[in-house]
Structures are given as structure tokens and as C-alpha cells.
């Protein structure tokens, strides 16, 4: 069985408040973007964990796909599988990439051991693999909450519009990106802000880590400012970065000397 897990955006993040475990309460617009890894699993003697393409730094055991069937063979008991995972997406570019092969494992798992599992219960299972992995379960965009792990469903469609995505040689750790960030809860609701005319939003929807890592990591400022130069009508960082992209009308001719990588999509 082969599928295709998809990334994601962030459009805003506020940072809204620290909590007692130590993490933070978020608010985020997670969107559905069609950049993919190349997920295959296939029935075996044993099971294996098989990654190709681009590098995922991990032991097997901390492998999101390994623990995604682990979590369903702890409750049915399932025959050992062959996971084989593409890497497409750059791994740890605040695109959600691994919470999406996690639930891309879940669902394909389902379907191939007529589990029945519906969406509320593959969601449930996907919560237990990281914040944003249930929103992989249902890909439509969501006003996302707490940990970044409760939705609330949101009209945005971006159907038409070119997205530019940056892909900077540059890697920042979650820890990292908090570590100097001041929680603040904002004046209005992203909720309420996304609803804005896409042309608005530049002035009025941000990402609360962009101020501190913009200082420390000068080229993505740099490239956001281009973005805009060219003609983007609303470019940020997606999360914790260090992806940068742009939203345009049509795409313009632009390279940049540090990514590793530029892709282009139509959404």
C-alpha cells in the first residue's frame, strides 16, 4: 500500500502563554501544502523500518512511523509490516513532515488490516504521536489551539495561488526557537485575523518567533524581505522555521545563495 504524506504551513503563530509543565500555549493556522515524502507499507516475516532519501537523524525506536505502528499493534495485534519511507521533505523545517508519516502510517495500517478505525479514533491514536499529528488525519485547514493540538475547523481556501518555499541551510531546534521568546496574548484572535482579505495579512498576521531568530539567523530575514520584493502578497517563517514562504498571484525568477532548496507549488 502506498501513499503520499503531505507537509503543512503555519500562517500566524502566537505564542499566548507559558503553562506549568514547562511548554506553551500556542495559537496557528495549520494549512495542507502538496510537498510529499513517499510512504509504502508492504506485509513481511518481521517488521522493518526502511528509510530512503533525505536523512532522518533518529534511532528506529524514536522513528514516528515505527511508533505509529506500534501504538495500533499494542491494541490489535498486527502482523509485522515493512515500512518504507521517501524522504522528500527536508526533515525539521517546521513543515510537520514527520507528524504526517506518523498519520499517513495510522490511516494506511487501518486499511490494510480492516481496522474500521473512523476519523475521531485515528485522530485519537495520531494525538498520542505529537500536537500536530491529528491534523494530518482529516488535511483540511484548522485553527489550532494549546499545545497546537485542538482544531477548530476555519473557511480558508488558497486554491489558485502560488506558493513559493524556501528551504534555508539552516536548522533550528524547537528548544531553541522558545528559548528567548515572551509569551503574549494578542489584542485579536488569529481566529478572527485569518478571516482578513489574503492582501491584509501581511500587516496584520505574524509569527511570534520570527523577532528573535531573525536576529540570530540574518538570512531569513533576508529572504522573507525578498519574497516580499518580488511581489508575494504574505510571507512568513512556518513555525519554528526554518522554512520561509511566499503566497503569490503568479511566481516570480528568484534564487537565493543559502537554501538548500526552493520548491514551488500551486495550492
Same mark, same amino acid.
Given at each position: 500500500?502506498?501513499?503520499?504524506?503531505?507537509?503543512?504551513?503555519?500562517?500566524?503563530?502566537?505564542?499566548?502563554?507559558?503553562?506549568?509543565?514547562?511548554?506553551?500555549?500556542?495559537?496557528?493556522?495549520?494549512?495542507?501544502?502538496?510537498?510529499?515524502?513517499?510512504?509504502?507499507?508492504?506485509?513481511?516475516?518481521?517488521?522493518?523500518?526502511? $528509510?530512503?532519501?533525505?536523512?532522518?537523524?533518529?534511532?528506529?525506536?524514536?522513528?514516528?512511523?515505527?511508533?505509529?505502528?506500534?501504538?495500533?499493534?499494542?491494541?490489535?495485534?498486527?502482523?509485522?509490516?515493512?515500512?518504507?519511507?521517501?524522504?522528500?521533505?527536508?526533515?525539521?523545517?517546521?513543515?510537520?513532515?514527520?507528524?504526517?508519516?506518523?498519520?499517513?502510517?495510522?490511516?494506511?495500517? $487501518?486499511?490494510?488490516?480492516?481496522?474500521?478505525?473512523?476519523?475521531?479514533?485515528? %485522530?485519537?491514536?495520531?494525538?498520542?504521536?505529537?500536537?500536530?499529528?491529528?491534523?494530518?488525519?482529516?488535511?483540511?485547514?484548522?485553527?489550532?489551539?494549546?499545545?497546537?493540538?485542538?482544531?477548530?475547523?476555519?473557511?480558508?481556501?488558497?486554491?489558485?495561488?502560488?506558493?513559493?518555499?524556501?528551504?534555508?541551510?539552516?536548522?533550528?531546534?524547537?528548544?531553541?526557537?522558545?528559548?528567548?521568546?515572551?509569551? $503574549?496574548?494578542?489584542? =485579536?484572535?488569529?481566529?478572527?485575523?485569518?478571516?482578513?482579505?489574503?492582501?491584509?495579512?501581511?500587516?496584520?498576521?505574524?509569527?511570534?518567533?520570527?523577532?528573535?531568530?531573525?536576529? %540570530?539567523?540574518?538570512?531569513? %530575514?533576508?529572504?522573507?524581505?525578498?519574497?516580499? =520584493?518580488?511581489?508575494?502578497?504574505?510571507?512568513?517563517?512556518?513555525?519554528?522555521?526554518?522554512?520561509?514562504?511566499?503566497?503569490?498571484?503568479?511566481?516570480?525568477?528568484? $534564487?537565493?545563495?543559502?537554501?538548500?532548496?526552493?520548491?514551488?507549488?500551486?495550492?
Amino acid at each position: 500500500m502506498i501513499s503520499f504524506p503531505n507537509s503543512k504551513i503555519n500562517i500566524g503563530l502566537n505564542i499566548v502563554s507559558k503553562r506549568d509543565d514547562g511548554y506553551h500555549n500556542i495559537e496557528t493556522v495549520f494549512y495542507p501544502i502538496p510537498y510529499k515524502d513517499i510512504l509504502e507499507i508492504l506485509p513481511s516475516q518481521k517488521l522493518e523500518v526502511i $528509510n530512503l532519501g533525505k536523512k532522518i537523524d533518529c534511532k528506529i525506536e524514536d522513528n514516528l512511523c515505527y511508533k505509529a505502528y506500534q501504538i495500533l499493534n499494542s491494541e490489535f495485534n498486527l502482523p509485522p509490516v515493512k515500512i518504507i519511507l521517501y524522504k522528500n521533505v527536508v526533515f525539521g523545517s517546521g513543515l510537520g513532515s514527520g507528524s504526517s508519516d506518523a498519520a499517513h502510517t495510522l490511516i494506511s495500517l $487501518n486499511k490494510l488490516f480492516d481496522l474500521n478505525l473512523d476519523e475521531e479514533q485515528l %485522530q485519537f491514536y495520531a494525538s498520542k504521536l505529537g500536537a500536530d499529528c491529528a491534523f494530518f488525519i482529516k488535511n483540511k485547514a484548522v485553527f489550532a489551539q494549546g499545545l497546537g493540538n485542538v482544531f477548530s475547523e476555519i473557511s480558508l481556501d488558497l486554491s489558485g495561488k502560488h506558493l513559493m518555499l524556501c528551504l534555508p541551510d539552516v536548522h533550528v531546534s524547537t528548544a531553541l526557537a522558545y528559548k528567548n521568546c515572551k509569551p $503574549n496574548m494578542p489584542s =485579536q484572535s488569529l481566529k478572527s485575523l485569518i478571516s482578513l482579505p489574503l492582501e491584509q495579512w501581511k500587516n496584520n498576521i505574524k509569527n511570534d518567533f520570527e523577532e528573535n531568530l531573525f536576529v %540570530q539567523f540574518p538570512n531569513l %530575514q533576508k529572504i522573507k524581505h525578498e519574497l516580499y =520584493q518580488k511581489g508575494a502578497i504574505y510571507a512568513q517563517m512556518s513555525g519554528s522555521g526554518s522554512a520561509i514562504f511566499g503566497i503569490f498571484d503568479s511566481l516570480p525568477n528568484l $534564487n537565493f545563495k543559502n537554501c538548500d532548496e526552493i520548491k514551488t507549488f500551486i495550492l
